[in-house]
């Protein structure tokens, strides 16, 4: 959040498949070598850009998983155990 605040309508995260624009919002990305999973925990929205399009992910637990060489696939709601899997990893010990 706080380095968002430094400019947070141009707050950027490169990957090898995309490029996140991240608004407001609480961020979840896996990168593998071909594939890229990206939801929206809470928040505005996320822009995904790629070189086959964009997708916006403007709904808190909604996501996309992206791979090398494919269309860009339709946003969805992410079931509890992805959505677990990504909270568990960016949640600091209690």
């Given at each position: 959040g706080g380095l968002a605040a430094l400019g947070p309508d141009r707050f950027?995260?490169?990957t090898p498949l995309a490029v996140l624009a991240v608004r407001g919002t609480e961020v979840w990305g896996n990168?593998?070598?071909t594939l890229l999973d990206v939801t929206m925990l809470s928040g505005t929205a996320v822009d995904v850009i790629t070189s086959g399009g964009?997708?916006?992910?403007?709904?808190p637990e909604s996501g996309v998983t992206l791979m090398e060489g494919q269309p860009v696939p339709p946003v969805?709601?992410?079931g509890?155990?992805?959505l677990a899997?990504?909270?568990?990893a960016v949640?600091?010990?209690e």
């Open positions: 950027k995260v490169r990168v593998a070598s964009v997708v916006t992910l403007a709904t969805k709601q992410w509890a155990p992805k899997y990504a909270r568990a949640a600091f010990p």
